[in-house]
Every structure is written in structure tokens, then in C-alpha cells.
């Protein structure tokens, strides 16, 4: 018996089945949209690159179009990925199709899919639903879609999945947004976001027990009953993080010191701050410092953060006063270390860099470090990137 009928089944349990009138498909509030693509990846496509892929389209391109409203993307136990896009409009969700169709810039992502596995479907919600909520990593999509049996007043269904929400689901552990709608052939879709995938299953069993939702089910057709979940993967980072950069050099032989500690000064002295910004540099500047006992000192590298990147550009030349005396090729136990903490937990489990000598270290959920080591050639115009998953 497959996972679907299972559930289908479990919920149901003791509960008694009944009908309604029939009527057509309700005529739902028609200004939000939400759009469930579901695919498997073609074999031999990395998925770290897929998911990071993922979160360069989301920010360049989808959140990018006219009546986007919010975007997710999660992955099921074998592998098949959703990706959920609310929109203003029904014609908005056309137009996003047809812009990327027109795009090169995407052809690589739709590159990854299996294109014998992609199926997209839109539902128009029944009422303007709750959006403004965040996901982390492993928090869970739960899609159910079915038909509903003949004879069903359709609009009674409407109501009755209102007061479900309201006074069942939403009271369970772990709850946090539930939204419901319908396709232009019937089709209706329930989709809860979970905190966790054992707050889903006990959802489940919760439901098969109460008595009080036997008429609900009892709306639903079971031979067309569907429901699948989705672990949320989140890019690395979130736009909108804070950020403190601080910034520590070792020499071979020698303790760690900070920056700011060159000069006399406390260790927090010297440290900066941003706000991660996809569209913007955070630390254009870094390690500027005016009205030291060295003089005004420039900026050595502008700092650029993406939710899933890190890129550094020296700026100086070799005509600066005073960075000139530090260009040159680090030896072995020379370590430039950048220290960024952020506001919230990041979701960074690793990196990879077109610079050899550099190294992350990951020190807690909201520190990682940067470290610049032995063959490092800091020299006027050097720049490397690190791509964070």
C-alpha cells in the first residue's frame, strides 16, 4: 500500500463517512496564487549545486518579477523537490513562465531538472492567505490534494475547511502557516508548513483520533487523496542578517591579535557593521580606519555577501602608503582571519573557493570565520569568491 493511501487511511480510521449537495467549484478570492512545481534532478547533478543554483534564481530572478510575493523550496526523502511560489494573480504566475522560457540566463537550472518528472500546478486560494512567516532548514511543506466526492456542496466544503483550520490545525505542535485552494478543474490543495516532520506525523495521528473532523473527510474523494512532504532547504544565509566583521592576524611564531590591537586599542574597536544586502556591498571598505597612529589607513578589500557567496576585492594599489608594506606571498603560519557573527543562526554546513589558501572555519551557528593562510598572494587587484552551502 503506497505512503498516500496509508495516510489517507490512517486519518480516516474510525471516522464515519457523509455527503453533501453538489455544486461547481467555488469562485475563490482570485488574488493570490500559489504555484507547486514538483521535479526529481537529472542523474549526475550535484545537489549542493542544484540548491544553491536555487537560491541565485530566487533572488535573481523570480523574486524579480511582477507579482511575486514569496518563493520556498524543500526536498522529499527520495529526492523529489517542490518549489512553491505565491503570486498576486493567476496572470502573473503565466507571465513568470513565459519570462523565464525567454531567459538564457536560467537555461542551466532548467538543465538540472528531469523534464520527464516536472508537473506544475496552481491553486487559487480560498481567501487571502498569512505569508508573512519565515522557514528554516528542515522545516517540513505538507501538500495534500484530492477531489471531492459527487455530491458535495462545494461552498460548504469552503466553510468547513476554514473552521478546520481555526479550530483544529492550527492549535497543533508545530503548526505555522496552512493554506488551502482550488484549480480551475477542481482539484483542491491543502498545504501546511510544519516545524518539524514528527510534528506533521503527530498531526496525523491527532486527526485520525477526533471525531470532530469525520465530516471533513468525509468531503474528500479517497481514490484521488495525495499528500507528500518536504524538508525546507534555506540558502546559507538570509538577507536582512546582521552582520560584525572582526579582523585578526597572525604571524608565524607569534598569538593571534586583533586588528584593532595593533594600534593600542581594544579588541572591539576596530569592528564593523552590516546588513546583508543581495543588491549592495556590506563592507566596501574593510579595515578602513581614520586617525590612527599609522595615519588615515584606506580600505584593503570591499566585502560583498549574497545569501550563498562571499567576495573579496583588494583595493589598493601598490602605491598605498600603507597596505603596499603587506603585499606579498604569506608564509606558512601567517593567518589573516575575518570574524563574521550574525543576528540569527546561519545555515552554512560548508564552502568551496576558487582560492586554495583559503579555508572557513565554522565556529557556532552564528559564527564562521574566514581564513586567509600559508600561499596566499595578496597583491593589488586580487579578488576570489567563496560559494557557502
Known amino acids: 500500500m503506497n505512503f498516500n493511501k496509508i495516510i489517507f487511511l490512517f486519518i480516516l480510521g474510525i471516522l464515519a463517512f457523509s455527503s453533501c449537495k453538489d455544486d461547481e467549484p467555488p469562485t475563490p478570492d482570485p488574488s493570490i496564487v500559489v504555484e507547486v512545481t514538483t521535479f526529481n534532478l ?17 533572488q535573481d530572478f523570480a523574486s524579480q518579477q ?18 512553491m511560489v ?9 507571465a513568470s513562465i513565459a519570462a523565464f522560457g525567454a531567459d538564457p540566463t536560467v537555461a542551466d537550472y532548467f538543465g538540472m531538472i528531469d523534464g520527464n518528472t516536472f508537473l506544475a500546478e496552481r491553486f487559487t ?10 522557514l528554516a532548514s528542515k522545516n517540513v511543506i505538507e501538500i495534500t490534494t484530492f477531489n471531492l466526492n459527487t455530491d458535495v456542496d462545494t461552498d460548504a466544503f469552503v466553510d468547513r475547511d476554514a473552521e478546520i483550520e481555526q479550530d483544529f490545525a492550527s ?11 482550488v484549480d480551475e478543474n477542481g482539484k483542491y490543495a491543502v498545504i501546511v508548513f510544519w516545524d518539524t516532520l514528527a510534528d506533521a506525523d503527530a498531526s496525523i495521528a491527532a ?22 512532504r518536504f524538508e ?16 585578526t592576524l597572525q604571524d608565524p611564531g607569534e598569538a593571534e591579535v586583533t586588528y584593532a590591537s595593533l594600534f593600542g586599542q581594544a579588541d572591539d574597536a576596530y569592528d564593523e557593521f552590516a546588513t546583508l544586502s543581495n543588491s549592495a556591498s556590506e563592507f566596501p571598505t574593510a579595515l578602513a580606519q581614520t586617525g590612527t597612529p599609522a595615519g588615515d589607513i584606506s580600505g584593503l578589500y570591499d566585502i560583498d555577501f549574497t545569501e550563498n557567496s562571499i567576495n573579496f576585492t583588494v583595493l ?24 563574521f557573527t550574525f543576528s540569527n543562526p546561519h545555515n552554512i554546513s560548508g564552502f568551496s573557493s576558487d582560492n586554495s589558501s583559503l579555508n572557513i572555519r565554522i565556529d557556532s551557528d552564528s559564527v564562521i570565520v574566514v581564513e586567509l593562510t600559508e600561499g596566499y598572494d595578496l597583491q593589488p587587484g586580487v579578488a576570489f569568491s567563496v560559494t557557502l552551502n
Open 42 to 58: 537529472n542523474s549526475g547533478v550535484d545537489a549542493n549545486a542544484f540548491e544553491v543554483r536555487d537560491t541565485e534564481i530566487e
Open 66 to 83: 511582477p507579482g511575486f510575493l514569496k518563493r520556498m523550496s524543500g526536498v522529499d526523502a527520495d529526492g523529489k523537490y517542490v518549489v
Open 86 to 94: 505565491f503570486w498576486e494573480t493567476l496572470e502573473d504566475a503565466d
Open 125 to 134: 486560494t480560498f481567501a487571502v492567505p498569512d505569508i508573512n512567516f519565515n
Open 171 to 181: 492549535q497543533q505542535p508545530g503548526f505555522i502557516r496552512r493554506t488551502s485552494g
Open 207 to 228: 486527526f485520525s483520533t477526533d471525531p470532530t473532523v469525520a465530516d471533513y473527510f468525509a468531503m474528500i474523494d479517497a481514490n484521488t487523496f495525495s499528500a507528500e
Open 232 to 247: 525546507i532547504f534555506v540558502p546559507p544565509l538570509n538577507e536582512g542578517v546582521n552582520i560584525t566583521m572582526r579582523n
Open 316 to 339: 589598493p594599489d601598490n602605491t598605498n602608503p600603507f597596505w603596499s608594506n603587506v603585499f606579498g606571498l604569506f608564509p606558512a603560519g601567517k593567518v589573516d582571519r575575518y570574524y
